[in-house]
């Protein structure tokens, strides 16, 4: 009998690598990279929620009012 558990498990986190391997090819910020380096680096600040680090990120990439983008 196979355990379902493990399977799952491993398809999530199969899911969860490709998710964000595709959002930082199309520079999607990612939050919970985010959440890393802040609960390594600023254990003692609260983090962004995440529309506001989404937000943040937007204002960071445009705000020069250049688009960088292939097509």
């Known amino acids: 009998m196979r355990d379902w558990t493990a399977v799952r498990e491993k398809m999530r986190d199969l899911l969860k690598s490709v998710s964000l ?3 930082t090819i199309v520079g999607m ?3 919970e990279r ?3 380096h802040h609960r390594l680096h600023h254990p003692d600040e609260a ?5 506001e680090y989404y937000l943040y990120a937007l204002k960071a990439r ?3 009012g250049k688009v960088n983008r292939c097509c």
Do not use: Q, V
């Not at 983090?47 to 529309?51: D, K, L, Q, T």
């Open 29 to 31: 910020p990612s939050y």
């Open 21 to 23: 391997t595709t959002k």
């Open 62 to 64: 445009y705000a020069d």
């Open 34 to 36: 985010y959440l890393e």
């Open 47 to 51: 983090p962004m929620s995440e529309g």
